[in-house]
């Protein structure tokens, strides 16, 4: 998978595996509008340990776009890491948006700050059908010109997932075409049976 | 609508699926052990819920250990049946008028029951009756 | 001038300018009038937009009027700038607002879309079947119009309403139907649909005869009429469906919409103009409250009774709070806008949740009392002023700036009490009603007429009410907001609470808890008066209103099927002291389950409850064990008809979406293959066959035989849903399945009775 885009500095695909830790690849940098693309389980385990690595030293908002927000999980991420879990807990922020139309009034209406912004499944509600396309596409631009307002004081993260068949193709499209970082992590092919004859 | 955290349900059953391998290293009677203890933590779902705890599987140790300790009682009333009327009130989960019933007993003439004799020869002569056959109404759980 | 009195019956656009009104005179006579109704609706937003908005209304063909004023939007502190767009031409204003929502999508609209009916509620206090006074001119042009009841009575003078029913002789999903039944107070007619001419001949004259203001029918929606009118169209015979002349009728497609978790199906509709068209078997609920029912849920929500018998209770309470808002001058907002608030992760874990379900006492338990809030939701939005409004965030605003603010227990979410929230202020005039039914029906003896009217009245009242608490944190709930649903919840753990805790203190043993009730018991209590106290105990505590829903001679709390030593909230049955049952989660209440094996667990059921001593197995079991008997060889005997042993699922998603292919899957797959194409969200009915693929669809054109029944497949599902029964009394499933293949008659095999005394 590869988009071209100009202002994209990086892209980075790898392979997930399970097994690993992959929380080691996802530094973010300041004032960049990171994506991290894989199925969704995967998606929702590395946000989460994001989120928590970077709530032991400060303040979290998340934006759960796509009603997945894991907070037990979250939980015990955050005591792994340190005695004082339950105060890294309260650094993080969570507001959650259950339809296209309140993501973007939820991103019009966060106030640009210093501490890091995760977004969560960002796409999850843009694909509901009883919205019209072109409405659709509307809400996700003026979203991202927030979310790239956001990107000038701190650093921000998206989650997104492939679009499943039958889903509009563009609106990932659009949104790895803003992004200045893209993680992308696909499922490793099952390795050819060996054959005897 | 808009419910984005697992019922306790969910969360119950993850942390017992969590606990797989675990159990599928122990012998089978062990296993049934294990498998009781669940059992009896499910009891407390509710209270787990409203508990609101950040991390649940303690809340569900708790339930686990006050499951145990109710059986402990159980069966240090069975041991002295003239109790069975605040086991009967235990089983149908009056608690109240139970732990009534247990501070009176202790607070009535059994100190034995609490006095480690230093004279094993001196202590009180207190034959354990054979335990009453045990009321038509144990729970399943048992 | 002309003055009338009668009943609304129906209200819509008229062509060019206004509204038309359809009057049940009290004279006898069907009246039509229109009635002069512009419509407003407002734009907010960045001014340079407005302005280029302005310019752009006044280049439409539509006479508009324009004007920059200040409105009130609920979800903001002060008073929005906006600017109004104000229109005669009725009909005209959704195409209107269509354009200038594709020329200006970005900005809020308010009153954009909403129903004439509302509209019309808002200004005149009118409703469907209002009793009203109107003063017309030579023209039946309205120029007075007064109302004479309000939709919160209890017996208003009923409208003198004419209804016709026309049904096919036959389900037309299952074959091909012969015939068509009329039927009215006073005539019956069979039409057969073999000849059309003739039958659309007499169709025309019956309807012009009778020319009903309701139009019953069953398929009318998804057959009948459709059929009718392309049969009419063929044959050149127009047939006079609607009352209103020049007109087509409005046909909507069907559709499949994901809604409160699960996939729902409406199939097409077809709506009359000047009459009401109902059909029995796409109408929502109405199984549940039938045709008084929708006439209550027309008047209460001022909704068409054509939409509100199609609609969800969701859309009811929708407009029942858009007409309390516009009375209050307040903007109803056309897309839901508002988002959540920040909070931080442990809050987010307080807050979301739903109410209190505990884990009972699994078996049986005698002079059970289960004592209920009534309306236990609705009562709390009401009592502690829940609204989207009143959500306070003392954040924003500094908590000096309210007047007064409760706390909600332990959520960090404060609840304004200075003002009525609009949520409050739309339910309490329906929960007053509600109670005051409640009280009448409780006073009525069985035999008086009225309780069958407001028993449907009750219904149609509960539906909505149990939606309103969900629609409160429903993502498109143009009102909705999820911290106001938040509080509710939170209330409603709390009061529950509040109330064990008072049970407990007054020695009572709390058996099983679930979100609004308590069952409950004490060593000596049985009768009504002696829970008094614990009822006045517990509204003192809660200051919500509770009631003893009865006392159950017995009840058995069920475990869960997997593992019997886990109990299970929801699945229990039990027979109250004056003989009637309640059963929850068990075969008999579920949809899937085949008549048959519902009708031998009831009958089981029966037996228990008529047995004299419930402890002692010898008065029942015997009985029990012939009756298992007897259904199994009716079974084997090809006794049973095939009709009994339909299982009836739900299709849940698309058949190309299943990986492995449910039963229903399967089935569904079979009517594919013969055309006929359910979506997902349709019930499939099948049977069990033997062989592959192990099940046969019900409205294939060759029916299932006997023969080919899967019959050990029935016999699983007889003796699992025996044994759910009668676990609690001690019997296991496997002993229940020797002993009933044996033929033996020793009923001490059994082991020990899990009773509680």
Redesign the interface.
Known sequence: MFWYNQNMDTYTYLPLNHGRNMDGSLQLSPRQLHLVLAPHRAQRQMMTVLTARLAVTGQVRLV?AG???D??GL??QL?QQTSY??AA?ERVSVA?A?TCYQVETLLTESVSGFSPVLVLNLLDTFYDENVKLSERLRLLEVSLAELRRLCRAASVAVSASLPARGQPGELLEILAGAAGQVWSFEEPQPAEPLRLF | ???????VTQ?FLHEQESFLRFRRALRRSDQKALD?LF?AA?????AA??A?H???FEIFLLSMLLEEHKQVLRMRYLLNPSDAAAL?QL????S??YLDSLAAAVDAVNPALLHVPEDPGSADPVEPEPPAPPP??I???D | MIELKGWLLDLFADTQSGIVLWLVGEDGLRHRLTQDFPITFYAAGETRRLRQLWRFLQTQPEKVELKRTERRDIFLPRPVEVLEAQLAQTAAQPYLFQRVAREFPELPYYDADLPITTRHAAIYNTFPLVHCQIEADEQSRVQALKVLDTPWELDPPAPPLRLLAIEPDIDPAHAEPRALYVRSMSVSYRLSLEHPRPLLINLRAILQRQDPDVLMTAWGDTWLLPYLIDLAEQWHIPLPLNREPGREVIRKDERSYQA?GQVIYRGRQVHLFGRWHIDGCNAMLFHEYGLEGIYELARVTALAGQVVARVSPGSGISAMQMVTALRLGIMVPWHKQQAERPKS??E???A???G????P???LHRDVAEVDFISMYPSIMRHFNISPETVADPNAKGRDQYARLERVSELGLWIDQDTSGLIPQTLAPLLDKRLELKLRLAELPAWDPRRQTYQAQATAHKWLLVTCF?YL???NARFGR?EA?EAVTAYG?EML?RAKEAA?DL?F???H?YVDGLWVKKKGLADVPSFQPLLEEITTRTGLPIALDGIYRWVAFL?SRL?????VPNRYFGVFQDGSLKMRGIETRRHDTPVWVSNAQREIIDILVQSSNVEDRSTYLPRILKSLRRALSKLRTYGVGVEDLLVSQTLSRELSEYRTPSPAARAAAQLAAVGKHLRPGQRVRFVYTLGEPGVQAWDLPQPPELRSIDQERYRVLLFRAAATILQPFGVQEEDLKTRVLANAMDVTFFS??????
């Open positions: 759960d009603n997945c927000f907070g037990y939980a015990r005591r879990w339950q807990l959650r259950f | 609508m808009g419910r984005t955290l697992p019922s969360v009781d059992a499910h009891k407390h779902l509710a819920a409203y609101s950040a991390l649940p009967e089983e149908q989960g009056d109240t008028a038509d109404l729970n399943s759980h | 409160y992760a442990l987010m874990m307080q979301d949740q739903g209190l379900v505990y884990q006492l699994i078996g969900g944190g429903y993502k999820i649903h753990r609470l407990e020695g043993t709390v058996l808890m475990p593992d019997e030593r886990v109990p020990p009775m899990y009773l509680k005394g």
